[in-house]
Structure formats: structure tokens, C-alpha cells
């Protein structure tokens, strides 16, 4: 006999809405959800609830086979559509942010749009991942995957300029200009190499190449730099991201 392995769709919700959907099912009701159309009963759902959340909040358990709503009415038209039952709100939501430390290859995680699928071969880790709450209090120690393989890799990049950056790192006295943290007195000097140059306007926004002033770069730290690029579209301003830290007590 063969075993079917666990097979795992991610659904999209908008809260507060949706989220409120979720926490009023109640135990052995059934509730129609929107779904990628390879879904059959039986399998597995995760609830994600989108900005301003981004976090997963529940699973459940296929319970129909897809249907098409072509009802032009509905908001929904278009999509495809099942029966949900046993939904279950996770102990802990889990942010995207934590799940795309525990499963960098997943590409979904870093823009995700629509519902998916979970890759097969991390859809049991994954379930048992949103079961420790985002990785609290769980453990992977008995866990492993093959790393070390060689692969050639081929890419772009784009020219930056060596004058200009020593000009930036010498106006900023190595000081980062979002914490306004010194890294001079940090491990005894040594932590200044956590600085880097950021242009407030990206390279890759430019259509070719153009005249870049020292005014245009700023020295930040690696925590804030990926911070201002955490949405790959559209950076965070440095007095954005200062704000924001402030306004958060960090």
C-alpha cells in the first residue's frame, strides 16, 4: 500500500475579516475557503493573514474538491473554492519573517501573493515548525539536511564606487545613521565592519548608469540595512526606518 504524502496549501486571508472568520468556526462546522485548484480532501491547510499581520494563525483539513466560482457577483469570481473543516487557531501566530529564517529556499515566503502549495520535501517540517510557534521553545537538533555541494553560479553586478564609498565612511565616522550606534567602540573597533554603504536611491531603480553623489549614500549597519530592504520593491527611507525604531523604543 502506498502512503500519500502529506500534501499542504496555503491560504490567503485579510484581516481583521478574515481573522475573525477563522476564530468563530467552531468545532466540526464547515466553512468554504478560497484555494489553489490542486487541492483535494484530505489535505492540509495553513491560514496566512496578510499585511498588516503577516502571520500564519491556524491550519485546518480540505473537506470537498475544488469548485470554480463563476458566479461575476461574488468577490471571489474567478478563484477556486473548497469546504474547510477542523479548523484550529495555532498555539502562537507565526510572522513570515520567522519562517523564512527556518526555510530560506521556499521563494514563496519572500513575496507571497496568492495561495500555494508547500514543497513536499519541507511540507512535515513545516507543519511541525508553525507547531512550535515560529520556533519557540521547539528544537531541530535531530534534524538534517545536505549542505556543502558545489555549485558554479554566474550573475551581474553592478559597478559601485570605491572613492565614493571611503568618502561616505569617513563623513559618517562610523556611526550607523539609523540606531546611531558608534561601532568604533564595539569589540574593541572591530564592529565597524558591520557598516555598509546604502544609496537612498536603489542601483537597480536606475534605467543606466548615472552620476551618484556622496550625498545620495548613507553608512548603515547590516540589521538596518535589511530592515530598509525587507519589502524587495520598495526600500524604507532611512528617516522612515529611524522613526519607526524610535517610535518601538529599539
Known amino acids: 500500500m502506498q502512503i500519500r504524502p502529506t500534501r499542504i496549501h496555503v491560504c490567503f486571508g485579510t484581516p481583521p475579516h478574515h481573522l475573525q472568520r477563522l476564530k468563530e468556526i467552531g468545532a466540526g462546522e464547515s466553512n468554504w475557503w478560497t484555494i ?21 494563525v491556524a491550519v485546518g483539513v480540505v473537506d470537498s474538491d475544488p469548485w470554480f466560482i463563476d458566479d461575476e457577483a461574488n468577490d471571489w469570481f474567478g478563484h477556486y ?26 521563494g514563496w515566503l519572500r513575496q507571497p501573493r496568492r495561495s500555494t502549495r508547500v514543497p513536499g520535501q519541507i511540507a512535515n517540517k513545516f507543519l511541525q515548525f508553525l507547531g512550535g510557534g515560529g520556533g519557540q521553545g521547539a528544537t531541530y537538533a535531530d534534524e538534517g539536511d545536505i549542505e556543502g555541494t558545489k555549485t558554479e553560479v554566474r550573475r551581474l553586478t553592478t559597478k559601485r564606487s570605491r572613492r565614493l564609498r571611503d ?35 536603489q542601483l537597480s531603480a536606475r534605467e543606466g548608469p ?9 553608512i548603515v549597519c547590516a540589521n538596518c540595512h535589511l530592515l530598509i530592504h525587507l519589502d524587495p520593491k520598495k526600500a524604507l527611507s532611512v528617516q522612515r526606518l529611524r522613526k519607526m525604531l524610535r517610535a518601538n523604543g529599539s
Open 210 to 218: 548615472s552620476i551618484t553623489k556622496v550625498s545620495d549614500l548613507v
Open 167 to 201: 568618502l561616505a565612511f569617513n563623513a559618517a565616522n562610523n556611526i550607523c545613521s539609523v540606531c546611531d550606534r558608534d561601532y568604533s567602540k564595539v569589540l574593541e573597533g572591530c564592529g565597524v565592519r558591520v557598516l555598509q554603504v546604502h544609496h537612498r536611491k
Open 81 to 106: 473554492a473548497v469546504d474547510v473543516s477542523d479548523v484550529a487557531m495555532l498555539p502562537h501566530a507565526v510572522s513570515i519573517v520567522h519562517a523564512r529564517q527556518r526555510f530560506p529556499s521556499w
Open 36 to 56: 489553489n485548484k490542486e487541492a483535494r480532501p484530505g489535505d492540509q491547510i495553513v491560514f496566512y493573514m496578510k499585511r498588516p499581520l503577516s502571520e500564519f
